[in-house]
């Protein structure tokens, strides 16, 4: 299985619309490609800006191919992404899951 972590960076006057966005649109997408067995955002606060990370499981490059197309280290940013976004990450990362005690 292959984690693969996705880092944003938002105003934090933007974030509450932002982690909608993330639920009602990245979530469902992830969730939607075979291979994909979760998805979840994580959130953190600062004064000026919030960061979100997106850490999804996957059965194997396949699966992720069949999500972010054949350069599976590249980031895949949605058109909404350019109203939230301070910048945009050129690259993910991935790691081998070697342990776990969940349903992924």
Known sequence: ???????????????????????RRAIPDYRSVSG????????RDETAVTHFMTVTHWDSEDSIRAFAGDDVLKARYYPED??????FEPLVQHFVVTASD???
């Open 36 to 43: 994909n067995r979760s998805a979840a955002v994580l959130r």
């Open 1 to 23: 299985m292959i984690c693969r972590i996705w880092h944003g960076v938002v105003p934090r006057s933007s974030a509450d619309a932002y982690a909608r966005f993330l639920e």
């Open 82 to 87: 350019r109203d939230y976004l301070l910048e």
């Open 102 to 104: 969940g349903p992924a």
